[in-house]
C-alpha cells in the first residue's frame, strides 16, 4: 500500500491537502486518517480557539468522498467521536462505509496502537465485503480484540474513560438502500465489553 502524508492547520489546508492526494492517487481503495489535536469542537490546534472547526472538517471529508472512493475514516483526534451524527451525515450517501473515531481525550501512544489494528484488520476486508454490516462490525472487533476494554485510555481531572467507553464506530455498507448508523454497541456487544470484566479483561459471570 502506498501512503500519503500532509500536514494542515485550518480548513483551506485541510481541504487542499485531501484535494492534492486524493485526486492525483491511483489506488481504487483508500484510507483516511485524520491524526490531529481535537477538542470536541476544533480539530488540529493546540488551543481551544485554533485550529479547524469540525462541521469544516466533516463537509470536507465529505466533500472529499464525492471525488475520491474513500473506504473508511479513522479520526485519532480527542473527543471527535462524541460527534455521532456528524459521523452518520458525512458517511450517508457516500463511498464511505465505516467511521471510527474517540469520544475523549485520548493517550497519544495506546490510541495509535489501536488505530495501527484498526487499519491492519479493515485492509483485509474484500471490496465485496463493504456491502455487509456484520462483516464490518466483526472485522472491527478482531481488530480491538488484542485490547483490553477496561483499559483507562483516558486520563483526565474528574473525567477517566475506559477504552470500552472511549469509543464510537459508524456503519453505511456499500449499496442503495444501505443507511448509516451507530454501531459502537453492536461492536461492544461483539466484543463483550457492553458486560462486567475483571482486571484481567475477563467477563464476570452474575
Request: include cysteine.
Amino acid at each position: 500500500f502506498n501512503i500519503y502524508y500532509a500536514n494542515f492547520y485550518e480548513k483551506v489546508g485541510f481541504r487542499r491537502a485531501l484535494e492534492d492526494d486524493l485526486t492525483n492517487t491511483r489506488e481504487d481503495r483508500l484510507f483516511l486518517y485524520i491524526a490531529a489535536h481535537g477538542t470536541g469542537k476544533r480539530i488540529g490546534g493546540l488551543k481551544a480557539r485554533t485550529g479547524m472547526k469540525l462541521p469544516a472538517m466533516f463537509k470536507a471529508v465529505k466533500d472529499a468522498a464525492n471525488y475520491s472512493n474513500i473506504e473508511g475514516v479513522l479520526i485519532g483526534s480527542c473527543s471527535v467521536g462524541n460527534n455521532i451524527n456528524d459521523f452518520i451525515s458525512t458517511t450517508r450517501n457516500s463511498s464511505i462505509a465505516w467511521i471510527f473515531g474517540y469520544t475523549c481525550e485520548i493517550g497519544w501512544m495506546a490510541s495509535t496502537l489501536i488505530d495501527i489494528s484498526v487499519f491492519e484488520h479493515l485492509m483485509s476486508l474484500k471490496k465485496s465485503d463493504l456491502k455487509d454490516r456484520k462483516k464490518i462490525v466483526n472485522t472491527f472487533s478482531k481488530a480491538l480484540r488484542r485490547f483490553n476494554g477496561n483499559y483507562l485510555l483516558c486520563k483526565g481531572k474528574g473525567n477517566n474513560v475506559l477504552l470500552k467507553d472511549a469509543i464510537t464506530l459508524v456503519v453505511q455498507p456499500r449499496g442503495p438502500k444501505e443507511k448509516a448508523q451507530d454501531e459502537t454497541a453492536a461492536l461492544l456487544a461483539k466484543l463483550g465489553w457492553n458486560q462486567s470484566m475483571d482486571k484481567k479483561g475477563k467477563q464476570v459471570k452474575k
